[in-house]
C-alpha cells in the first residue's frame, strides 16, 4: 500500500506556471510508475502525464511541452511542472502510483486526495 499526498495547487492567471508535488510513503518507491490524472469540473478523470521507474515520461496531447513530470526517489517525491496554464487546465489534479506504466486511470492501485488547480482568463 502506497500513500499518497498532492501539494502546490493554487488559483493563477491564464498564461502562469504551477508547480505540483506529490510525496509517497512507500518502500522502494522507485519501482513504481507515477503519473498525474486531472478531472475538470462535470467531467472524468483523465490523464496528464506518466514518469515510469526509470524516468521515461509520457504526456496527454494537450499538455505536452507546456507540463514537465519528473521524479526524485531519495524524496519518495513526484514533480507536475505546468507552464502557460489555460482555462482548460482547471481540474481537480492527482498523482497515481502503480507498479505498470499506463495511462490508464484503473491500472494504478494507489491514488492521493487531489489538489485543485483553477486557472482563470
Known amino acids: 500500500q502506497v500513500q499518497l499526498v498532492e501539494s502546490g495547487g493554487g488559483l493563477v492567471q491564464a498564461g502562469g506556471s504551477l508547480k505540483l508535488t506529490c510525496v509517497a510513503s512507500?518502500?522502494?518507491?522507485?519501482?513504481?510508475?507515477v503519473a498525474w490524472f486531472r478531472q475538470p469540473p462535470g467531467t472524468g478523470r483523465e490523464f496528464v502525464a506518466v514518469v515510469n521507474q526509470n524516468a521515461g515520461t509520457r504526456y496527454e496531447d494537450s499538455v505536452q511541452g507546456r507540463f514537465t513530470v519528473s521524479r526524485e526517489n531519495l524524496k519518495n517525491t513526484v514533480y507536475l511542472q505546468m507552464n502557460n496554464l489555460k482555462p482548460e487546465d482547471t481540474a481537480v489534479y492527482y498523482c497515481?502510483?502503480?507498479?505498470?506504466?499506463?495511462?490508464?486511470?484503473?491500472?494504478?492501485?494507489?491514488w492521493g486526495p487531489g489538489t485543485q488547480v483553477t486557472v482563470s482568463s
Open positions: 497515481a502510483a502503480g507498479p505498470v506504466t499506463a495511462t490508464t486511470a484503473n491500472l494504478f492501485p494507489n
Open positions: 512507500a518502500r522502494a518507491f522507485s519501482n513504481y510508475a
